[in-house]
């Protein structure tokens, strides 16, 4: 309704404008206080208001994300000739960016339209004009210096070793500090601890994370943990006590408490990287099936493609078979003609009980020796962990006083990085402490004592285990009921293994030559770098954990 005692210029009408964003939403900045200045400043001017704008909780900082503005622009380009003003509050309503504001001004003055602000001089004139533009020149310098203050601001927060966002799974706010979460705290240690074995993968990592309970929360949704979140996790720095952002070059300690230490950092990092040498290579993974549990071990010796099962019905009843799955020829195995082939292979080649005792008694002797030798390494690792954790510490400062740039800060960072994992690595095979030597050879010795019975009390993934590590290239079926097969150096030093002289000067009981153990590590694949223990030790704990796990797991 129009107030009495108006007189309106004849055809002079106008819309009005009203923005607040969600930190300007205050008494005397509210949308009722711009309606209310912006009309009385209408009818002052001799405009009719015939429509009113209003745009609420959106930032001035772009025109994405503005649909009310857009849909003013849009009124005046349908309406062209019929509008003559915009009354805005002031000018910053329209915009904090001058280039944007400028642009909003020329696509209003293409449509006759003229923005006018009720609190500050604008107008037509080219004095007026040049004051607009300064003004909306200043409602972005405004709005560059609270941004340059709330990244600085970020920036103090990070060097002081506090994180502005949310912290991850395992912590939790609490008076603006990340602190332990204690309901996630001790299985996200666990998990770190898993991981840090190198015997899980990152699906499965996700999957054990999934059977603890621990999500991944966005706002109000709650979200289970995919393998790729998991790496993630893995990968920050953070649980080590360190911050490091992708905005920033530098990192610093943090004020929270580890979940671990950077040592257990570096060793999951040279594992997600492919670098653990505690992993052997596995058969591939297929689908489990206990009916038929040779079924892709076992290939065809013609096309080397693993052998599929099925039943066949018959008027007798249901009989179980293998054939090859690429389909070369059409000849079925009976299974248990296939196992019983199976079995007394392995029976064959099971050590004697002489030349296993023999290589167990050469693992104590060998583990023995090496003892001092690995903890001089060990040292060394240490030493050249702190000498690295010194450089990058010259390294950060030097970049904070401006002797180094970011570009070199990074690509040296990288170095000493990569240095750290290297060293790391060293120093985790230097540890004899980790592997339980005689938990190890108990298990071997009952593993092959006898690989007949091994075989039939074994699951499908101890099978592939074990197979895997003593043929080369796995089992290959010829048709002429044998299986074709490589004994791996390892496996076949172990059968071979025999004592035929006593060194000089020798105690009582078993003695073995040191030219025989030499022999036998040569027969092993020696690990590309040179500070690594031998990986005897190493395979074979990686063996005792695979099988002895999963057997406790029932997997």
């Avoid at 293409?110 to 607009?132: C, H, M, N, Q």
């Avoid at 332990?180 to 898993?194: C, F, G, S, Y």
């Avoid at 979940?259 to 257990?264: D, N």
């Avoid at 950092?265 to 040498?277: H, M, S, T, W």
């Amino acid at each position: 309704m129009k107030p009495k005692n108006t007189i309106y210029a004849d055809g002079k009408r106008a819309i009005i404008y009203l923005r607040v964003s969600t930190e300007e939403q205050v008494d005397n900045f509210s949308l009722d206080t711009q309606k209310e200045i912006c009309t009385k400043e209408a009818q002052k001017r001799g405009f009719e208001v015939i429509e009113m704008f209003r745009e609420e909780g959106r930032s001035a900082k772009s025109i994405t994300g503005r649909p009310v503005l857009i849909s003013l622009l849009e009124y005046c380009r349908k309406n062209k000739n019929k509008i003559q003003a915009v009354f805005v509050y002031r000018l910053d309503r329209i915009s904090r960016i001058t280039a944007d504001y400028l642009a909003i001004r020329k696509k209003l003055a293409e449509y006759d339209v003229t923005i006018i602000s009720a609190t500050e001089p604008t107008g037509d004139s080219p004095t007026e004009k040049l004051v607009e533009t300064m003004l909306a020149g200043f409602a972005q310098l405004d709005n560059d210096v609270r941004s340059e203050r709330a990244k600085n601001g970020l920036r103090a927060r990070f060097l002081s070793g506090l994180i502005s966002g949310k912290p991850p799974i395992g912590y939790k706010f609490q008076g603006g500090f990340a602190v332990k979460d204690p309901e996630t705290w001790d299985n996200v240690k666990k998990a770190w601890d898993l991981m840090a074995t190198g015997s899980k993968s990152s699906r499965e990592m996700a999957n054990i994370m999934n059977d603890w309970g621990l999500r991944e929360v966005h706002g109000k949704k709650v979200h289970q943990l995919r393998a790729q979140t998991v790496c993630r996790i893995f990968r920050l720095k953070f649980y080590a006590g360190i911050l490091a952002s992708q905005t920033y070059p530098e990192e610093v300690k943090g004020q929270h408490i580890p979940m671990i230490t950077e040592e257990q950092f570096y060793k999951v990092q040279a594992i997600l990287d492919g670098r653990n040498p505690n992993k052997i290579a596995l058969s591939r993974r297929t689908f489990e099936n206990k009916e038929f549990p040779l079924r892709r071990i076992v290939k065809c010796a013609r096309c080397q493609m693993g052998l599929t099962g099925a039943w066949s019905h018959g008027t007798g009843g249901a009989y179980a078979y293998y054939w090859c799955s690429s389909k070369c020829n059409h000849i079925s195995i009976p299974v248990k003609k296939l196992e019983d082939v199976l079995i007394d292979l392995l029976k064959e080649l099971t050590p004697k009980e002489k030349c296993l005792n023999f290589f167990i008694d050469s693992i104590h002797q060998a583990y023995r020796a090496r003892s001092s030798r690995l903890h001089k390494i060990q040292a060394e690792a240490d030493n050249e962990i702190e000498r690295l954790r010194e450089l990058r510490k010259t390294l950060v400062e030097k970049n904070l006083s401006g002797v180094y740039s970011d570009e070199v800060f990074k690509e040296q960072s990288a170095i000493i990085e990569d240095k750290m994992i290297r060293a790391q690595i060293v120093k985790d095979d230097a540890t004899l402490d980790k592997y339980n030597i005689e938990a190890i050879t108990s298990f071997i010795k009952t593993l092959l004592s006898d690989l007949g019975e091994t075989y039939r009390r074994s699951s499908i993934s101890q099978l592939k285990v074990l197979f895997s590590s003593m043929f080369t290239s796995g089992l290959a079926w010829s048709y002429n009921d044998t299986l074709n097969y490589s004994i791996r150096p390892l496996y076949q030093s172990i059968r071979t293994f025999k004592r035929t002289a006593v060194p000089s000067g020798a105690g009582e009981g078993n003695r073995t030559l040191v030219s025989s153990l030499e022999n036998w590590c040569s027969a092993i694949e020696l690990h590309p770098q040179s500070l690594y223990i031998l990986p005897n030790y190493t395979l074979l704990n990686h063996l005792y954990k695979s099988i002895s796990s999963s057997a406790t797991t029932g997997k």
